[in-house]
């Protein structure tokens, strides 16, 4: 019988990859707590009237990577392709938007049918964070100041660059979209096909274009920031200064946009090249109308999304993972003989009670102790501590060195846990 492989573009995390995985959820978490951002849980299956309404019917995403089905109940759902909309949903559902102020963040897989390739996968996993109830751009400088400790917090400081932008609003990029449309329809036979479709649907995608020939010809293309109204040019003068005073350089990317419709005024992205290519390993900006087209009351936001896979892969391609990131050992406890395996277990959950920050596996399974000792030795362990018999009368332990040429010694119980710290420093 054929062996069940995983879904193509829906990769499995090996224990081998989890302990970097780990490392990033873990800073980013103390980073944003220490911000006073608060974490939320969506569910991974929404309506799919959600996302309709909060994306855009003609986004790419909508039209041909959603994963949507029909339940038991004949109601449309779609495993979510982003996680902004259903943190409004939640959000509103709750109460906690109206009148207040709130910080909150989110991590997690979406889903999204595109063409696997290194760094973009069917199921990805985002963390996000967004904001409610604050109009200024004193928290939009807020989130990148943040972002930038993070990525010094990372050790990626050095292989990011934050891109900014300035959208306007619906108003201002109505006009904007009409004058582009006008230019680029004198191109059309030189666009590429994606492009071509694009200026039906939704002609502002077009400036994200990596196809040579197009950036050529949006090179005279109308520019965005000669149809911004008044509060959005002060909007974004304010944002520039309070980056200056907190020394987070950018640049001015007058062709930015965000591939979905519910975006405004402020946008950003981080970028990097040590992956190859270019690529954002951080985007977002302001959606002020989110919640009221969501069902809610007028209420102005700010968010960003990153993507862990990315982030991962350049911590690992960089090599700036700390060495105390891994999953060995410090500790490997064997039993020899049915009494010192019983005092084995004992022993290890008293080191553990003692030590609650170390790693202490404890060999089950039984074997010679040969054999003991080349497991204990691929656990990648400091040192193998040994009760046999004579252990067991004498209540003590051998302690041996795994890494180093230091001699074994036998430790009385009572001594064991404040010994092995010291040697473990």
């Keep these: 019988?054929?062996?069940?492989?995983?879904?193509?573009?829906?990769?499995?995390?090996?224990?081998?990859?989890?302990?970097?995985?780990?490392?990033?959820?873990?800073?980013?978490?103390?980073?944003l707590r220490g911000y006073g951002y608060q974490?939320?849980?969506?569910?991974?299956?929404?309506?799919?009237?959600?996302?309709?309404?909060?994306?855009?019917?003609?986004?790419?995403?909508?039209?041909?990577?959603?994963?949507?089905?029909?339940?038991?109940?004949?109601?449309?759902?779609?495993?979510?392709?982003?996680?902004?909309?259903?943190?409004?949903?939640?959000?509103?559902?709750?109460?906690?938007?109206f009148n207040q102020t709130r910080k909150l963040w989110y991590a997690g897989p979406m889903f999204r049918h595109e063409r696997p390739q290194k760094g973009r996968y069917r199921q990805f996993h985002q963390i996000g964070v967004e904001c409610f109830g604050m109009n200024g751009p004193d928290i939009d400088a807020e989130l990148l100041i943040m972002t930038a400790r993070l990525w010094k917090e990372l050790g990626l400081g050095e292989h990011v660059r934050l891109e900014i932008n300035s959208i306007g609003t619906s108003e201002s990029r109505k006009a904007f979209r009409a004058a582009l449309v006008d230019y680029l329809s004198g191109f059309r036979d030189q666009l590429d096909e994606d492009s071509k479709r694009r200026?039906?649907?939704?002609?502002?995608?077009?400036?994200?274009?990596?196809?040579?020939?197009?950036?050529?010809?949006?090179?005279?293309?109308?520019?965005?920031?000669?149809?911004?109204?008044?509060?959005?040019?002060?909007?974004?003068?304010?944002?520039?200064?309070?980056?200056?005073?907190?020394?987070?350089?950018?640049?001015?990317?007058s062709r930015l946009v965000r591939g979905l419709d519910y975006y405004g005024k402020t946008v950003f992205e981080w970028v990097t090249?040590?992956?190859?290519?270019?690529?954002?390993?951080?985007?977002?900006?302001r959606y002020d109308g989110l919640v009221e087209q969501l069902g809610g009351k007028?209420?102005?936001?700010?968010?960003?999304?990153?993507?862990?896979?990315?982030?991962?892969?350049?911590?690992?391609?960089?090599?700036?993972?700390?060495?105390?990131?891994?999953?060995?050992?410090?500790?490997?406890?064997m039993g020899m003989g049915e009494a010192?395996?019983?005092?084995?277990?004992?022993?290890?959950?008293?080191?553990?009670?003692?030590?609650?920050?170390?790693?202490?596996?404890?060999?089950?399974?039984?074997?010679s102790f040969k054999s003991q000792m080349k497991k204990a030795d691929r656990s990648g362990a400091r040192f193998g501590l040994l009760i046999g018999e004579d252990e067991v009368a004498s209540r003590t332990v051998?302690?041996?060195?795994?890494?180093?040429?230091?001699?074994?010694?036998?430790?009385?119980?009572a001594d064991l846990a404040a010994t092995v710290a010291e040697l473990l420093g």
């Design 340 to 367: 010192g395996e019983a005092d084995a277990l004992r022993v290890s959950e008293m080191l553990r009670d003692a030590m609650p920050e170390r790693i202490i596996m404890t060999h089950c399974g039984g074997g």
């Design 199 to 253: 200026l039906e649907t939704n002609p502002l995608r077009i400036l994200d274009s990596k196809v040579p020939e197009t950036q050529a010809i949006l090179k005279d293309a109308p520019d965005l920031a000669e149809f911004l109204d008044e509060d959005s040019r002060a909007h974004f003068v304010g944002l520039q200064q309070r980056l200056d005073l907190a020394d987070v350089p950018y640049t001015i990317n």
């Design 39 to 97: 974490e939320i849980r969506m569910p991974i299956v929404e309506q799919t009237e959600l996302f309709k309404r909060s994306i855009g019917e003609v986004t790419d995403i909508v039209e041909k990577e959603m994963y949507t089905f029909d339940d038991r109940n004949g109601d449309s759902l779609t495993l979510r392709p982003e996680g902004t909309a259903g943190c409004v949903r939640a959000g509103e559902e709750h109460g906690l938007l």
């Design 398 to 413: 051998s302690v041996k060195p795994l890494r180093s040429e230091g001699e074994q010694r036998s430790v009385d119980q």
């Design 1 to 31: 019988m054929a062996k069940i492989k995983a879904i193509r573009g829906m990769n499995d995390i090996l224990p081998d990859q989890s302990p970097i995985w780990q490392h990033l959820e873990r800073t980013v978490g103390r980073v």
């Design 273 to 285: 090249e040590s992956l190859g290519a270019q690529g954002t390993v951080c985007a977002g900006g």
């Design 298 to 333: 007028s209420t102005p936001a700010v968010g960003f999304a990153m993507g862990i896979e990315r982030l991962v892969l350049m911590l690992d391609t960089l090599g700036v993972v700390p060495q105390t990131v891994n999953s060995d050992a410090d500790l490997y406890v």
